[in-house]
């Protein structure tokens, strides 16, 4: 926590947890760009613990198509 407490110039326990938290969560997206499931429903978690509660009610597949990458993937 203190490394984050430096480079962000937060001093707000609560802050730093969902921080930290929020950012030891698998990544929204691979490297081939497609979304990851676990990935976007760690970005809604987030959301719903801090700014819209609503985030929470919300399916990962609900904000995202894949339809042209998988395409270009054939």
Do not use: C
């Not at 430096?6 to 990544?27: A, H, I, R």
């Not at 929204?28 to 613990?49: C, E």
């Amino acid at each position: 926590m203190f490394v984050l407490m430096k480079y962000t110039k937060q001093s707000d326990p609560e802050v730093l947890q969902k921080t930290y938290e929020f950012e030891t969560k698998p990544p929204g997206f691979t490297k081939d760009l497609k979304v990851s499931d676990a990935g976007l429903q760690g970005i809604l978690d987030f959301l719903a613990s801090t700014a819209r509660p609503e985030a929470g009610k919300a399916a990962p597949k609900e904000f995202y198509d894949t339809t042209i990458l998988d395409k270009l993937a054939k």
